[in-house]
């Protein structure tokens, strides 16, 4: 990060784009508190929804963090049940000492449902396809009613349907409430609810907007340093 000044408030579904290695994960990493700060001479501030300060485990329960890290974590020998349930422990499974509530059980059938994946339930994520086992780790960033969802790159190494079904996903959850936070290098994973963007380039914000007027040819050949042409259709981008 160098220099980055970026307020996105309560409600607003925000995309951050921006070539490989622009510090779009680092980023995310920091409004997950998995890093912090450098600390030198000039002020800088982090504030989470009011805060400066947070206990971990308590942020955890404000936000669900949707990331490869926690994908690779939770591709195991444990249900689609127990993963999603995991969630409200900020772990990897359910372990005996856990104090599971029929609350809790309920809640997570509840988002399984929801998303569409009751049938996963049964069966290991170490045995789903990439998009049944990130449809999941939704499912376990959604079970204790985050107050926004954090994704970094959904759509990685998944097919032309996955792909799709995740999109769907997130536009259902975006009409229900859910704010949504997501860096992406893919266009067409800004779904249509999503109405700024931001541009990130050498871990500098370069430029913040409405989706309309960011995301055309100029703005996008200079941050990706390739001519591009855009082509928008039914709320949905891409390049050519």
């Not at 220099?3 to 409600?11: D, F, K, M, P, W």
């Not at 508190?33 to 030198?40: A, I, M, N, T």
């Not at 007027?213 to 001519?227: I, Y």
Request: net charge neutral.
């Amino acid at each position: 990060m160098d220099g980055v000044t970026l307020s996105i408030a309560q409600g607003e579904h925000v995309a951050i784009l921006g070539p490989n290695g622009c510090g779009k994960s680092t980023l995310i990493k920091l409004i997950s508190r998995d890093l912090y700060p450098v600390l030198k001479t000039e002020p800088w501030a982090l504030r989470i929804l009011g805060r400066d300060k947070w206990r971990l485990f308590d942020l955890r329960h404000h936000l669900g963090i949707v990331s490869n890290d926690w994908m690779q974590m939770c591709t195991r020998d444990y249900s689609g049940y127990e993963i999603a349930l995991s969630g409200f422990f900020g772990s990897v499974g359910i372990w005996p000492h856990y104090a599971v509530t029929a609350e809790m059980e309920r809640k997570t059938r509840e988002v399984l449902e929801l998303l569409e994946i009751s049938h996963l339930a049964g069966r290991n994520t170490n045995a789903m396809s990439s998009g049944e086992a990130r449809r999941i780790l939704i499912a376990r960033a959604l079970v204790h009613d985050p107050r926004a969802l954090v994704l970094d790159e959904p759509t990685t190494s998944l097919d032309l349907r996955a792909t799709w079904e995740v999109r769907a996903v997130l536009r259902k959850l975006a009409g229900n409430g859910i704010s949504i936070l997501m860096v992406t290098h893919h266009l067409p994973d800004i779904i249509p609810e999503m109405r700024r963007v931001v541009l990130m380039r050498e871990g500098r914000v370069v430029l913040d907007g409405l989706k309309e007027r960011v995301l055309e040819a100029g703005a996008l050949s200079g941050l990706f340093g390739v001519p591009v042409e855009v082509l928008e259709r039914g709320g949905c981008y891409h390049v050519l």
